[in-house]
């Protein structure tokens, strides 16, 4: 492996600490070395605190060695003052001589002028360094802001013959069609991203709470689709253990409105372009990354509109024989692992 890739693989390492944490700032990795050493480390602290750069030019104990050393990052150092003053500024202040950038920021506040800065400092700076990893690594903020709208995952779990849910359900509770292992995956997937959505028959027959609970992190916000102001206020989405947005139709007078929900509305009528729609309107809320957990008709119109980025697939080893169909979708397969007697196909839309 050469030398510098290498590092850069560190700084993405270390970077996935801050995964569901960062936003909306994108979770960067950040290594500095001096004569083939690692002299120091950080990744992005949680929103409003520092940055990458900031925590791993800190946790150097000899600050004269910055002069001479490497500093490697995942990410264009910033340029513009935020929550913080500019990395970029603080780089050049340390007099670092050498920074190497896996990929340039296309954030409008970013898009080179970090490196513009560095280099009219004197600095040698050298881009593009594992950059396909590094784009992956920051999927979520690179589509939310070059494509305006959040990365989309699809999540469903089927049965072997093909089912979301059975012909007839009894109890308003989910069905489980995976094993334990596979449901705590899941929840740890919440903790990774900004927000949940579901349809309303999903929160109808389930009466889901989708929060995280077999995992240690962040609740996502939620996100149910009522346009005809279906649902109940004592449900569980609407308890206070997260935030709840309902999105609902502009003539909706039954739109649920308490101190953990809001409603925002959507003009349903252009059935066309609904999953279009709801992509804008999060955009709006500034929701970065978003999963989508069902059910059939919802995650079909996001499919059918070609509005996702990853499809998450569980085949658990039951058979209902009648149901609810799974969705119908097309995507190159990324991924594949046993759980147990569960099945798990992670699917790339490309």
């Known amino acids: 492996m050469k030398i510098h890739e290498k590092y850069i693989k560190r700084c993405i390492d270390i970077a996935k600490n801050g995964l569901g944490y960062t936003r909306p700032n994108p979770m960067v990795g950040c290594v500095i070395v001096h004569d083939n050493i690692i002299i120091g480390e950080g990744f992005t602290s949680p929103y409003g605190g520092n940055h990458a750069e900031v925590n791993a030019i800190e946790s150097v104990q000899n600050k004269k060695l910055l ?11 910033c340029s513009h003052y935020g929550k913080t003053p500019p990395c970029s500024d603080l780089i050049v202040k340390s007099k670092i001589p050498n920074v190497v950038i896996g990929t ?11 490196i513009e800065k560095l280099k009219a400092s004197g600095c040698k700076v050298t881009v593009g360094v594992l950059e396909h990893a590094c784009k992956e690594h920051h999927k979520r903020f690179f589509t939310f802001h070059n494509k305006q709208r959040p990365y989309i995952i699809l999540k ?4 072997i013959d093909g089912f979301l849910a059975p012909e007839i359900q009894d109890k308003q509770e989910p069905v489980w069609i995976t094993n334990n292992f596979s449901r705590q995956i899941v929840h740890k997937w919440r903790t990774e991203e900004h927000a949940i959505l579901v349809g309303t028959n999903t929160v109808i027959k389930d009466n889901p709470k989708l929060t995280v609970r077999d995992w240690k992190g962040q609740n996502p916000i939620r996100i149910v689709l009522d346009k005809e102001g279906k649902l109940a206020k004592d449900l569980a989405i609407f308890n206070t253990e997260s935030q709840t947005i309902v999105i609902s139709s502009s003539k ?3 739109a649920i409105n308490s101190k953990t929900t809001s409603t925002q ?9 609904i999953a279009k729609q709801i992509c804008e309107l999060l955009h709006k809320q500034d929701i970065q990354s978003i999963i989508i957990e069902g059910g059939a008709k919802t995650l079909q119109s996001f499919i059918g509109a070609g509005l996702w980025d990853e499809a998450r697939i569980f085949t658990g080893s039951v058979r209902f024989g009648k149901g609810l169909k799974a969705p119908q979708f097309y995507g190159n397969l990324v991924w594949e692992q046993q759980i147990l007697e569960d099945s798990l196909k992670i699917y790339r839309n490309d």
């Open 67 to 77: 002069k001479e050393a490497t500093l490697y990052v995942t990410l264009e150092p």
């Open 156 to 159: 469903w779990a089927q049965t």
């Open 104 to 114: 340039v920021d296309t954030h409008s506040k970013v898009a080179g002028k970090g």
């Open 265 to 273: 509305f959507i003009d349903w009528e252009n059935k066309k372009h």
């Open 252 to 254: 909706n007078e039954n």
